[in-house]
């Protein structure tokens, strides 16, 4: 046998007698030699010997968790993505001109984003406490709900209410990340979000396109179908879903103070690691949301089109992910760390926002569609890269509540962007929502490139 020593310390306290441990390079067992009487190491002939299996010092990942979490991105892209060509239809009855239309199209966005606002850190800090499993699948229902009664529909009051149930349940997106936190070691994290952005990616190919010719049979159809799915997905986890968080690195106790959003959003940008990282998402956000929210709108009254070219226009971003994190990632990762992918990323957001501008300021469609897909790739890398940074900035225990928070300050980027973009839009014209982008996403670069610390 080819043997070579392991550290007896690996058993920690289970077995602290044990002063000698031999790996076995052609087996892989442990072998463990103790002296019955002084329990000491005093040569191999006088002691017996006891086979243990190998330890793992190493994190490793569970397939079934991995495979459950990328299907339920997957579907939660559709779900999301499949209602997006459809929504300023759905608004139009209850309005008497596009202007209005639009207000009460970014309303609903806002109106969802304040509910996340208040509902992800309860469920960030409930996942850290009662594992990520129960909270998921809490979640997935709720937004199955919301689209029904969405679609459903018959006045804007249950419009409102459809975008209400949904927010409340929001935290779905990130209690999935702070699974995938769980179950990925830190080191390989910003190349699995990656994997995920593209899963999503996927899911808002076919979403906005499955939607928009849903639409043809009604435009409450897409709603219906992502309720279905969505609920598809609920049973799966039932079924399948293993609970990813140890009950060794649970949260102890919740504390009021830990179910108070912007008590929560104090401590953590109180951290001196997450601060910087958080300001300048908060940042790139805000215009992210006006862009998403007015987006139909803008492609109505810009260039005229209808739910199924809007839909195949959404499926731009999705498409983009896919070539991105398939072919582009994974070589920046080999060149750059997470800080600079993020700025890269952002770059390439405020050029695909000036020729938004440019395509508003001229009614000149290709313009718009090179913006997108440059607009694309700069989301497409900035998200895995921030989900990186920021998931090795704390410990297990504080996944779901650091998650949270980050998800709650991105509704709160797109509670206040929707409402400034669709000012933006009806009073400075159709351009104005993308200058914002510009200039915000510039001051973001700006905290950003000073200096982030995070903790690897």
Same mark, same amino acid.
């Given at each position: 046998?080819?043997?070579?020593?392991?550290?007896?310390?690996?058993?920690?306290?289970?077995? #602290?007698?044990?002063?000698?441990?031999?790996?076995?390079?052609?087996?892989?067992?442990?072998? &463990?030699?103790?002296?019955?009487?002084?329990?000491?190491?005093?040569?191999? @002939?006088?002691?017996?010997?006891?086979?243990?299996?190998?330890?793992?010092?190493?994190?490793?990942?569970?397939?079934?968790?991995?495979?459950?979490?990328?299907?339920? *991105?997957?579907?939660?892209?559709?779900?999301?993505?499949?209602?997006?060509?459809?929504?300023?239809?759905?608004?139009?009855?209850?309005?008497?001109?596009?202007?209005?239309?639009?207000?009460? !199209?970014?309303? /609903?966005?806002? !109106?969802?984003?304040? &509910?996340?606002?208040?509902?992800?850190?309860?469920?960030? *800090?409930?996942?850290?406490?009662?594992?990520?499993?129960?909270?998921?699948? *809490? &979640?997935?229902?709720?937004?199955?709900?919301?689209?029904? !009664?969405?679609?459903?529909?018959?006045? %804007?009051?249950?419009?409102?209410?459809?975008?209400?149930?949904?927010?409340?349940?929001?935290?779905?997106?990130?209690? @999935?990340?702070?699974?995938?936190?769980?179950?990925?070691? #830190?080191?390989?994290?910003?190349?699995?979000?990656?994997? *995920?952005?593209?899963?999503?990616?996927?899911?808002?190919?076919?979403?906005?396109?499955?939607?928009?010719?849903?639409?043809?049979?009604?435009?409450?159809?897409?709603?219906?179908?992502?309720?279905?799915?969505?609920?598809?997905?609920?049973?799966?986890?039932?079924?399948?879903?293993?609970?990813?968080?140890?009950?060794?690195?649970?949260?102890?106790?919740?504390?009021?103070?830990?179910?108070? =959003?912007?008590?929560?959003?104090?401590?953590?940008?109180?951290?001196?690691?997450?601060?910087?990282?958080?300001?300048?998402?908060?940042?790139?956000? @805000?215009?992210?949301?006006? %862009?998403?929210?007015?987006?139909?709108?803008?492609?109505?009254?810009?260039?005229?089109?209808?739910?199924? /070219?809007?839909?195949?226009?959404?499926?731009?971003?999705? %498409?983009?992910?896919?070539?991105?994190?398939?072919? $582009?990632? #994974?070589?920046?990762? %080999?060149?750059?760390?997470?800080?600079?992918? +993020?700025?890269?990323?952002?770059?390439?957001?405020?050029?695909?926002?000036?020729?938004?501008?440019?395509?508003?300021?001229?009614?000149?469609? =290709?313009?718009?569609?090179?913006?997108?897909?440059?607009?694309?790739?700069?989301?497409?890398?900035?998200?895995?890269?921030?989900?990186?940074?920021?998931?090795?900035?704390?410990? #297990?225990?504080?996944?779901?509540? @650091?998650?949270?928070?980050?998800?709650?300050?991105?509704?709160?980027?797109?509670?206040?962007? =929707?409402? $400034?973009?669709?000012?933006?839009?009806?009073?400075?014209?159709?351009?104005? =929502?993308? &200058?914002?982008?510009?200039?915000?996403? +510039?001051?973001?670069?700006?905290?950003?490139?000073?200096?982030?610390?995070?903790?690897?």
């Amino acid at each position: 046998m080819n043997m070579k020593p392991r550290a007896a310390h690996l058993f920690g306290e289970r077995l #602290p007698f044990l002063n000698a441990i031999f790996v076995d390079e052609e087996t892989k067992m442990l072998y &463990c030699f103790v002296d019955k009487e002084t329990k000491n190491f005093r040569g191999e @002939i006088h002691m017996p010997k006891f086979r243990l299996p190998t330890l793992n010092t190493e994190q490793t990942m569970d397939k079934h968790a991995l495979i459950f979490g990328l299907v339920s *991105v997957f579907l939660c892209g559709v779900g999301f993505t499949i209602i997006m060509p459809v929504v300023p239809f759905l608004v139009q009855p209850y309005t008497s001109n596009p202007g209005e239309q639009a207000i009460v !199209v970014t309303l /609903l966005t806002s !109106v969802y984003a304040v &509910c996340v606002f208040f509902a992800a850190p309860v469920l960030g *800090v409930l996942s850290d406490k009662y594992g990520r499993r129960p909270l998921l699948l *809490v &979640c997935l229902l709720g937004s199955a709900i919301g689209y029904l !009664v969405f679609g459903i529909g018959g006045a %804007l009051w249950v419009l409102f209410a459809g975008r209400i149930i949904e927010g409340i349940t929001g935290g779905s997106i990130s209690t @999935i990340f702070a699974y995938f936190a769980d179950i990925i070691p #830190p080191e390989q994290r910003t190349k699995y979000f990656g994997w *995920v952005s593209a899963v999503v990616g996927v899911g808002t190919v076919i979403g906005p396109t499955l939607g928009g010719l849903l639409a043809k049979f009604g435009n409450s159809v897409p709603l219906y179908f992502g309720a279905i799915i969505t609920l598809l997905n609920v049973g799966y986890g039932a079924l399948y879903m293993p609970e990813s968080l140890d009950r060794n690195n649970r949260l102890k106790e919740i504390t009021l103070a830990r179910l108070n =959003p912007v008590i929560q959003l104090a401590d953590v940008l109180s951290m001196k690691n997450l601060k910087r990282l958080l300001v300048s998402a908060f940042l790139l956000w @805000i215009p992210n949301g006006s %862009l998403q929210a007015v987006f139909s709108q803008f492609t109505m009254d810009t260039f005229n089109w209808k739910p199924a /070219l809007i839909g195949l226009m959404f499926s731009i971003m999705g %498409l983009q992910d896919i070539i991105s994190q398939g072919f $582009i990632m #994974p070589k920046l990762l %080999l060149k750059l760390h997470d800080q600079q992918i +993020a700025i890269l990323g952002m770059a390439s957001e405020i050029i695909g926002y000036s020729l938004i501008a440019l395509s508003a300021l001229f009614s000149f469609y =290709p313009s718009f569609i090179v913006g997108m897909f440059i607009f694309g790739f700069g989301d497409s890398v900035f998200g895995p890269s921030f989900n990186g940074m920021l998931s090795k900035s704390v410990d #297990p225990s504080e996944q779901g509540r @650091i998650q949270g928070a980050s998800q709650s300050i991105q509704a709160l980027a797109r509670m206040i962007g =929707p409402i $400034i973009g669709g000012q933006l839009y009806v009073s400075l014209g159709h351009a104005a =929502p993308a &200058c914002m982008g510009m200039i915000l996403i +510039a001051a973001a670069m700006a905290v950003l490139y000073k200096g982030t610390q995070v903790n690897v």
